[in-house]
């Protein structure tokens, strides 16, 4: 009997469930791959924001990531949440002495709250550290802002916001389109560095229930990849997944509520995301 595919995701717990380390597990239960996980901090949160975040030890980190390295067999990896410059060092050393392809980099820096997720000296380590290691790295335009060094207004700064990106070293980037003005449809950006691009185009849904939808993505994108599944293939599956998400809220909470991440097993209609060369 073949093994169900195992997947790491190395991120912030959200006590509020609709991020961080419990989004990526709900997402990667419906998407039929194992989850194991590296807690990199812990954070008091809900829809309404964020009110403390506590650290792991880089030690923690370390004996998370042994213990995962030294019994799994992981066919693709995330992460989240960082926080800090020693997290992201010890999360690059560990995937290099375990060999873990597949790596998803999701560089949360701001929480919908509008929260600091990560230190502002973390974010060179993880430019220098992390993203050369990346099979893909998915900002949404505010990370891509920061990670670039541009202001992305229109289709040409993306490109060159993604062309800025790639040359830290990562293999492709996806800037997300969640935060582009447009009322009427979102677009999320693909930018490989052999120069092949994708435009992935969806309604845009009107909606406060937002919360974890980067997490969720990206855990979406690993899942698929580790079932095998080429990039763009994984990309395709990942927004229907969270465009699913969203389209059915489950109305949680009084601030920015979590997606529905069993939405997609159940939505009859998985057509609403285009392709465009």
Known sequence: METMKQVLTIAGSDSGGGAGIQADIKTFQELGVYSTSV?????????????????????????????????????????????????????????????????IVDPVMIAKGGASLLQQEAVNALMNLLL??????????????????????????????????LATGTESVVIKGGHGTDPGF???FYLHRNGESLIMRSPRIQTSQTHGT???????LTAELAKGKSVQEALFTAKQFIQAALAHPLNIGAGHGPTNHAAYNKSANKEAVQFVQ
């Open 214 to 220: 980067g997490c969720t993505f990206s855990a979406a």
């Open 132 to 165: 050369p290691m990346a099979t893909v790295v998915t900002p949404n335009i505010p990370e891509a802002e920061v990670l670039s060094g541009l202001d992305i207004r229109d289709s040409v700064s993306r490109l060159r916001a993604a062309e800025r990106i």
């Open 39 to 103: 807690i990199t901090a812990v954070t008091a949160q809900n829809t309404k924001g964020v009110t403390g975040i506590y650290p792991m030890a880089r030690i923690e980190v370390e004996k998370q990531l042994e213990s995962i390295g030294t019994d799994f067999q992981i066919s693709a990896l995330k992460t989240g949440m960082l926080f800090n410059a020693e997290i992201i060092e010890e999360t690059a050393r560990g995937i290099r002495r375990y060999g873990w392809q597949n790596v």
């Open 186 to 188: 979102t677009e999320d």
